[in-house]
């Protein structure tokens, strides 16, 4: 979903992609790339996927978890827009640290490059413009992921809550926090998806101008991009990618936080147990 995402917010994905009305959907789009690329061009970039998904899992998890907790039980905060603070303030350091490994990421789904020319591709990067341009998306990715977190924890919490009171539940369950992590990841998804879309796109012209060997000291602002976006296509042009975006992004938020939710209630009964047989 991830592939099919990148590719349809970009026409550079391969040299048969060529129209901007190439894919007619998402199915057409799976098809179309799959014929055309392979069936494991669907999985280009997962190495670097999963390089970045895990570190940035734990950074985003593990600060969300102590900063709900400092801002209820240290500083004495209490209300819903706690989950909004923390949630927030997680997002921004774990996109800090990972942008430069999304970035490969993007890069190897829309050139379709191996490692080799991959790293000879980073280092041109850095010669012309810096070390900087390996975070090139940055300000983007803020403006999408740190929204998205906050919207979604904050709505995380509030179903889960509302979920536990209707079931008359003790304690989360995995189908309680699955659902609840379903419904909220979509409402953010959809919220944020035109800063994707100007994520995405300001990564990939990186791309475009290194193959022309074109020096972008000056890219387009986020806002820039925007209103061009909106002044060629529309509102559409905001939201291409929609359905893969939800596809993908509401089922990964729900399987991220059910099993997080599940282990941490593993580990702290464990822990529990431990403790007394330890007395």
Not at 37 to 57: D, H, I
Request: charged share 15%; hydrophobic share 45%.
């Amino acid at each position: 979903m991830d592939h099919v995402y990148v590719c349809q917010n970009m026409s550079s994905c391969s040299s048969w992609y060529k129209t901007p009305t190439h894919f007619s959907g998402t199915v057409d789009a799976f098809v179309k790339i799959t014929r055309n690329e392979g069936l494991r061009s669907l999985w280009s970039g997962l190495p670097p996927t999963l390089v970045m998904a895990v570190p940035a899992t734990v950074i985003y998890f593990t600060c969300y978890d102590q900063l709900r907790d400092f801002l209820r039980y240290s500083m004495g905060y209490q209300g819903d827009h706690i989950p909004l603070i923390a949630g927030g303030l997680a997002r921004l350091g774990a996109v800090s640290v990972i942008s430069p490994l999304e970035l490969v990421r993007t890069k190897m789904q829309s050139r379709k490059l191996p490692y080799s020319e991959l790293m000879v591709c980073i280092r041109s990067a850095v010669a012309q413009d810096g070390w900087l341009s390996l975070w090139r998306g940055w300000g983007p990715t803020v403006l999408r992921d740190v929204p998205f977190s906050a919207l979604y924890w904050f709505n995380y919490e509030l179903v889960k809550a509302q979920l536990c009171e209707r079931y008359r539940a003790p304690q989360t369950s995995f189908t309680i926090s699955f659902t609840a992590g379903a419904v909220s990841g979509a409402i953010a998804a959809i919220l944020t998806l035109p800063f994707d879309v100007v994520k995405t796109r300001k990564q990939i012209q990186l791309g475009e101008m290194e193959a022309l060997g074109v020096s972008a000291k000056n890219p387009s602002s986020t806002w820039n991009m925007m209103r061009n976006i909106w002044i060629d296509m529309g509102y559409r042009g905001l939201f291409a990618g929609f359905l893969p975006r939800v596809i993908k992004v509401a089922p990964a938020c729900a399987v991220m936080i059910s099993t997080y939710e599940f282990g941490k209630t593993f580990f702290q009964e464990r822990n529990l147990n431990q403790a007394r047989c330890g007395l």
